[in-house]
């Protein structure tokens, strides 16, 4: 396993400012628990909150195709369009008004990377 840490850290990194990014919102809005009724600071925790709901299963699956099979393009491939995906999704869900085709875009990317690994997964281990 070489590639997955790659995308894993970069993931990282993005789930890290995602962070920053409520942490400020919550600070700026004087909103310590919850979303106190704030549209602002509901959009920074559901774009925080969907991208730790969407992740690790993802980065889980893309390293099972890594340890299942011979095909590194696909791992680059699956972990490319996992985190292009979830930047153009939390571009897309950050914004006010909210642009719908980065968000489309960003879970069409992340349902297809869970999708693709989990055929894959399934015809490797099957179908020897």
């Given at each position: 396993m070489t590639?997955?840490?790659?995308?894993?850290a970069l993931l990282a990194l993005l789930f890290v400012l995602l962070s920053v990014?409520?942490?400020?919102t919550r600070h700026s809005r004087g909103v310590a628990?919850?979303?106190?009724?704030?549209p602002a600071m509901l959009r920074a925790m559901r774009v925080h909150a969907n991208f730790a709901e969407y992740v690790p299963l993802a980065l889980l699956l893309i390293y099972f195709v890594e340890v299942t099979s011979q095909t590194p393009w696909l791992v680059h491939l699956l972990g490319a369009s996992l985190l292009c995906g979830r930047l153009c999704h939390a571009f897309g869900m950050s914004r006010t008004p909210e642009n719908f085709r980065y968000r489309?875009?960003?879970?069409?990317?992340?349902?297809?990377?869970i999708l693709v690994s989990a055929a894959h997964i399934l015809i490797t281990v099957l179908i020897p």
């Open positions: 590639i997955v840490p790659i995308y894993a990014r409520t942490i400020r628990l919850g979303h106190g009724e704030d489309v875009v960003g879970m069409g990317l992340t349902f297809s990377v």
